[in-house]
């Protein structure tokens, strides 16, 4: 099953909105045959590996990262190719939590076809956090990304934030965008930073979420090229968590999977305090101001733990970046 979660990293983003998955084909106990989901649109990575297989074969056994699926969508289910004839048994390694895909472990048993699992769920699981996330709290998986100087802030007091962080760490910025479905800033940020919000050619442009714009020349401002979505703050904006689960229920009807949320420091804030989020990405430079705007608008005590485990330490040029995620 580790060797099918192998498989699967292979298809990095590309399966949005499909998970990444893999399949292995054992015989006698050697791997004769391996397979992952390469894009979305693309076969699955069960098809992908039955492919390679001869058909005069026998009682071979599948494992598959995740639940073969039992409906038609880009392909057809992946339950109708796991022959009996071939496969005496399937290993898997979660169950789907799409309910329109799910059932293809009972669809097998009907088959004759034994099943075993879930193997390694928490692996498998983790490969596909967003995907699991989206389906499970029926909301996107939340980032939230900021950059600091030393001194913990986000902006001169005038609002100019260009530039905290070094080219390298942009880049990497850049990246992350591309690998979210969508990226969400407070007005502020709009009208001091004029940012445009894309990826700037590292990969597919995240689309961008605005807040109400009444005060802002939208004529002037680089995100109205992208065709934004704008939502309206409505009566609970002076409630983080009714605000935030306001927002997070309406992007989910967009079917957003993913969403970056980049600042300034009022919406940073609303996340922090509403609680939800999954991963946190701070990048430091080293850079002093002693007077600026905080990126966290509250109050809270030293004995109040935020349940972040530290993920990943690195190193850009003299930036670094901290990434934790949410217990």
Not at 40 to 63: C, Q, R, V, W
Not at 79 to 96: A, C, L, Q, W, Y
Not at 268 to 276: E, G, N, R, T, V
């Amino acid at each position: 099953m580790r060797l099918a979660i192998k498989e699967a990293l292979k298809g990095k983003a590309n399966t949005y909105p499909n998970p990444r998955v893999g399949a292995i084909v054992v015989m006698d106990g050697e791997i004769i045959s391996t397979g992952y989901h390469k894009r979305y649109g693309a076969p699955h990575a069960e098809l992908m590996a039955i492919k390679k297989i001869n058909n005069d074969i026998s009682g071979a056994t599948l494992f598959v990262t995740l639940e073969p699926c039992l409906h038609y969508g880009k392909t057809n289910p992946c339950t109708e190719i796991i022959n009996p004839k071939i496969f005496s048994k399937v290993v898997i390694g979660s169950r789907d939590p799409n309910k329109d895909a799910a059932g293809g472990m009972e669809k097998l048993l009907q088959k004759g076809i034994s099943v075993e699992g879930p193997i390694c769920e928490n692996e498998c699981r983790k490969i596909n956090k967003r995907f699991f996330t989206y389906y499970e709290k029926k909301r996107p998986y939340v980032i939230l990304k900021i950059a600091l100087t030393l001194d913990g802030f986000i902006a001169e007091k005038n609002g100019t934030s260009k530039w905290i962080t070094n080219a390298k760490s942009r880049k990497s910025v850049h990246t992350l965008r591309a690998n979210c479905d969508a990226i969400l800033v407070g007005n502020r940020t709009i009208e001091y930073d004029n940012p445009s919000l894309t990826s700037h050619g590292v990969g597919k442009d995240p689309k961008i979420i605005l807040f109400s714009q009444n005060n802002i020349d939208t004529k002037t401002k680089k995100v109205y090229e992208h065709n934004p979505i704008v939502l309206n703050k409505g009566e609970n904006n002076l409630d983080p968590k009714k605000n935030v689960d306001e927002i997070l229920k309406h992007l989910y009807s967009k079917s957003i999977q993913t969403l970056l949320v980049e600042g300034g420091g009022i919406t940073i804030s609303h996340f922090l305090k509403a609680d939800c989020f999954d991963e946190l990405h701070v990048y430091y430079a080293p850079k002093l101001l002693g007077k600026g705007l905080s990126f966290f608008h509250g109050k809270n005590s030293l004995e109040q733990n935020m349940g972040l485990t530290l993920k990943k330490v690195e190193k850009f040029d003299n930036d670094i970046k901290l990434t934790y995620y949410k217990k």
